[in-house]
Protein backbone atom coordinates (compact mmCIF):
# COMPACT_ATOMS: atom_id res chain seq x y z
CA UNK A 1 0.00 0.00 0.00
CA UNK A 2 0.84 3.22 -0.41
CA UNK A 3 1.50 6.06 2.20
CA UNK A 4 1.99 10.12 1.75
CA UNK A 5 3.47 11.02 5.31
CA UNK A 6 4.68 15.04 6.01
CA UNK A 7 6.35 15.50 8.60
CA UNK A 8 8.39 18.47 10.14
CA UNK A 9 12.59 17.59 11.38
CA UNK A 10 12.05 19.53 14.30
CA UNK A 11 14.91 20.65 16.48
CA UNK A 12 16.06 16.91 16.66
CA UNK A 13 16.43 16.33 12.81
CA UNK A 14 15.87 12.85 13.19
CA UNK A 15 15.75 10.61 10.34
CA UNK A 16 11.77 9.51 10.80
CA UNK A 17 11.54 6.75 8.15
CA UNK A 18 14.94 5.02 9.62
CA UNK A 19 13.59 5.19 12.65
CA UNK A 20 10.30 4.03 12.00
CA UNK A 21 11.99 0.79 9.93
CA UNK A 22 14.04 0.18 13.05
CA UNK A 23 11.05 0.52 15.41
CA UNK A 24 8.71 -1.83 13.68
CA UNK A 25 10.75 -4.29 11.79
CA UNK A 26 9.32 -3.31 8.18
CA UNK A 27 11.23 -2.86 4.81
CA UNK A 28 9.78 0.40 3.77
CA UNK A 29 10.50 1.32 -0.19
CA UNK A 30 10.86 5.19 -0.42
CA UNK A 31 9.00 6.00 -4.11
CA UNK A 32 9.03 9.84 -3.83
CA UNK A 33 10.59 12.26 -1.60
CA UNK A 34 11.07 15.99 -1.23
CA UNK A 35 12.99 17.03 2.00
CA UNK A 36 14.14 20.58 2.91
CA UNK A 37 15.69 21.76 5.92
CA UNK A 38 12.57 21.37 7.72
CA UNK A 39 10.30 19.59 6.42
CA UNK A 40 9.81 16.68 4.08
CA UNK A 41 6.61 14.97 2.09
CA UNK A 42 7.33 10.92 1.23
CA UNK A 43 5.23 8.20 -0.21
CA UNK A 44 6.25 5.23 0.79
CA UNK A 45 5.37 1.82 -0.06
CA UNK A 46 4.98 -0.63 2.61
CA UNK A 47 3.43 -4.37 2.45
CA UNK A 48 -0.59 -4.38 3.02
CA UNK A 49 -0.45 -6.02 6.45
CA UNK A 50 2.05 -4.22 7.96
CA UNK A 51 0.53 -0.82 6.26
CA UNK A 52 -1.61 -0.14 10.44
CA UNK A 53 1.64 -0.75 12.50
CA UNK A 54 4.05 1.95 10.00
CA UNK A 55 0.81 4.07 9.78
CA UNK A 56 0.63 4.22 13.86
CA UNK A 57 4.88 4.25 14.12
CA UNK A 58 4.75 7.36 11.68
CA UNK A 59 1.72 9.10 13.58
CA UNK A 60 4.13 8.49 17.01
CA UNK A 61 7.15 9.83 15.17
CA UNK A 62 4.91 13.31 14.77
CA UNK A 63 3.80 12.44 10.54
CA UNK A 64 0.55 12.87 9.00
CA UNK A 65 0.18 10.31 7.52
CA UNK A 66 -2.35 9.48 4.40
CA UNK A 67 -3.15 6.45 2.84
CA UNK A 68 -3.13 6.59 -0.91
CA UNK A 69 -5.80 4.30 -2.78
CA UNK A 70 -5.43 5.72 -5.99
CA UNK A 71 -2.78 7.49 -8.56
CA UNK A 72 -3.15 9.53 -10.83
CA UNK A 73 -7.12 10.53 -12.65
CA UNK A 74 -7.85 10.33 -15.74
CA UNK A 75 -11.22 12.14 -17.22
CA UNK A 76 -12.32 9.69 -19.88
CA UNK A 77 -14.51 12.62 -21.60
CA UNK A 78 -12.04 15.35 -22.16
CA UNK A 79 -8.85 12.87 -22.88
CA UNK A 80 -8.41 12.64 -26.62
CA UNK A 81 -5.61 10.15 -26.76
CA UNK A 82 -3.36 12.85 -27.58
CA UNK A 83 -0.31 10.97 -25.67
CA UNK A 84 1.18 14.67 -24.65
CA UNK A 85 1.34 12.70 -21.03
CA UNK A 86 3.40 9.95 -21.99
CA UNK A 87 6.50 11.13 -22.33
CA UNK A 88 6.72 12.88 -19.48
CA UNK A 89 5.58 10.27 -16.90
CA UNK A 90 8.87 9.20 -15.06
CA UNK A 91 6.90 5.85 -14.02
CA UNK A 92 5.91 5.22 -17.64
CA UNK A 93 1.88 5.30 -16.09
CA UNK A 94 0.95 6.01 -19.88
CA UNK A 95 1.10 4.21 -22.88
CA UNK A 96 -0.88 3.92 -26.29
CA UNK A 97 -2.88 0.33 -26.39
CA UNK A 98 -2.94 -1.12 -29.50
CA UNK A 99 -6.01 1.46 -30.86
CA UNK A 100 -3.58 3.99 -29.97
CA UNK A 101 -5.96 4.93 -26.75
CA UNK A 102 -4.86 6.16 -23.71
CA UNK A 103 -4.00 3.78 -21.16
CA UNK A 104 -3.07 3.69 -17.43
CA UNK A 105 -0.96 1.77 -15.13
CA UNK A 106 -2.74 3.50 -12.37
CA UNK A 107 -0.61 1.21 -9.84
CA UNK A 108 2.75 2.47 -10.83
CA UNK A 109 1.68 6.63 -10.52
CA UNK A 110 3.74 7.74 -7.33
CA UNK A 111 1.43 10.92 -7.68
CA UNK A 112 4.67 13.90 -8.67
CA UNK A 113 1.57 15.46 -10.67
CA UNK A 114 4.34 16.31 -13.75
CA UNK A 115 1.88 15.28 -15.97
CA UNK A 116 -0.91 17.17 -14.56
CA UNK A 117 0.01 20.74 -16.58
CA UNK A 118 1.50 18.79 -19.30
CA UNK A 119 -2.36 17.70 -20.66
CA UNK A 120 -4.14 20.24 -22.77
CA UNK A 121 -7.34 19.13 -22.49
CA UNK A 122 -6.87 19.38 -18.12
CA UNK A 123 -8.20 16.03 -18.29
CA UNK A 124 -5.68 14.96 -15.32
CA UNK A 125 -6.15 15.30 -11.55
CA UNK A 126 -4.15 14.36 -8.39
CA UNK A 127 -5.83 12.37 -5.83
CA UNK A 128 -7.31 14.33 -3.31
S1 LIG B 1 1.53 12.04 -11.25
FE1 LIG B 1 3.68 11.62 -11.87
S2 LIG B 1 3.90 9.40 -11.72
FE2 LIG B 1 1.72 9.83 -11.66
S3 LIG B 1 1.04 9.64 -13.77
FE3 LIG B 1 1.53 11.80 -13.46
S4 LIG B 1 3.68 12.05 -14.07
FE4 LIG B 1 3.28 9.85 -13.81
S1 LIG C 1 -2.22 14.54 -22.28
FE1 LIG C 1 -4.37 14.59 -21.59
S2 LIG C 1 -5.57 14.49 -23.48
FE2 LIG C 1 -3.50 13.82 -23.99
S3 LIG C 1 -3.51 11.58 -23.77
FE3 LIG C 1 -2.80 12.42 -21.80
S4 LIG C 1 -4.69 12.62 -20.57
FE4 LIG C 1 -5.34 12.37 -22.71
Redo the contacts with the bound molecule.
Keep these: MKLLVNFSKGKKNAPIIAQVVKETGVLISVERAVIDSSEGEALIEVPDNQCKLVRSSMTRHGASVRLLEHGIN?NTS?????????SICPREV?SFDTDWK?AIAEDRCIVCGK?VP????S??TLPL
Excluded at 78 to 86: H, K, N, P, R
Excluded at 118 to 121: L, W
Design positions: VECVDCGACIFLCACPHAL
